[in-house]
């Protein structure tokens, strides 16, 4: 998915993303695959540098983040296919990786334990749990550091995010996992982000809608829209509030780039003028 998100906007092949995604699918679900380390490793060198091959288009798109409710969010019927919409209007999707949601319910007993006085030793099993995790994890992180992707954060990490703004105790649905992956998201350049949920969703009104403004508060850039998905809402509503945010998002790419322009050229004149004496 980080992959071929990342590949599908720009490639000058089109579907080429797409079939050698369905290619690593197959592979990946052969139940003859080898679940050793040694062959974990090299299966994810492989479809790396298979990606990296493709021919793509060196431009720049607009990135928009989807997080949210975790049905809502990995599940394009639920969304109204929301991925396919902006990367049709002239997106970069990013969506975090669904490992993040299993780190962070093996987390949540630490945090139980710390905080609630819950059982040390379920805190303890969870903890190894994680570690087991990212033996395997930080062959994807090391690998993706070296290429044009985004490596994914430790959980750790995205922890240290959500804390500035929620208590880690809030863990029902998505809790702080939400709050810290929008932090995550613009830390990482991504100022774009729609928060998705079921129409009055609780915990999105707590740790998603109710941090946005707190967190635009931090990040004066940051383009955060919250949309419900719910059979009785309006798809024309959803899609309108998509453009308009959108528009912003090329507003402020424009004036990035603007910004990198003019400040390219001041060095230039410096260059010159250094010459010239």
């Known amino acids: 998915m980080r992959l071929t998100q990342a590949t ?34 090299k299966n994810v060198k492989d ?6 091959r493709l021919e793509v288009y060196n431009i720049k798109k607009p990135k928009v983040g989807i997080v949210g409710e975790i049905l809502v969010k990995y599940l394009p019927a639920a969304n109204n296919h929301l991925a396919d919409l902006l990367e049709k209007e002239g997106a970069e999707v990013i969506i975090s990786d669904l490992t993040d949601f299993m780190m962070y319910s093996f987390k ?19 903890n190894l749990g994680i570690k087991y995790i990212d033996m395997y994890r930080r062959h994807v992180r090391e ?28 863990q029902y649905g998505e809790g702080w996992l939400l709050t810290g992956e929008m932090v995550e998201l613009i830390e990482s350049g991504v100022e774009n982000i729609v928060c998705v949920q079921p129409f009055g969703c609780l915990p999105n009104h707590i740790t998603g809608k109710g941090v946005i403004k707190a967190i635009r508060d931090t990040y004066e850039n940051a383009n955060i829209i919250p949309i419900d998905f719910d059979a009785s809402a309006s798809e024309v509503n959803q899609f309108n509030r998509i453009k308009l945010m ?3 998002a090329r507003k ?8 990198v322009r003019e400040e390219s050229e001041k060095i230039v004149e410096k260059k010159v003028a250094s010459k010239n004496k």
């Open 8 to 41: 599908r906007p720009y490639e000058k092949i089109k579907g080429s993303a797409n079939m050698l995604r369905d290619r690593w699918m197959k592979i990946c679900s052969d139940e003859n695959i080898s679940t050793s380390v040694k062959s974990f490793k």
């Open 47 to 52: 479809m790396v540098s298979e990606y990296e």
């Open 108 to 126: 949540n007993s630490e945090i139980k334990y710390k905080d609630l006085s819950k059982s040390y030793t379920q805190s303890l099993i969870c």
């Open 143 to 170: 690998t993706l550091e070296k290429t044009r992707f985004t490596a994914p954060e430790k959980i750790e990490d995205i922890m240290e995010y959500a804390i500035k703004y929620v208590h880690l105790g809030n």
């Open 246 to 248: 959108l528009s912003q």
């Open 252 to 259: 402020n790419m424009d004036k990035d780039n603007n910004i």
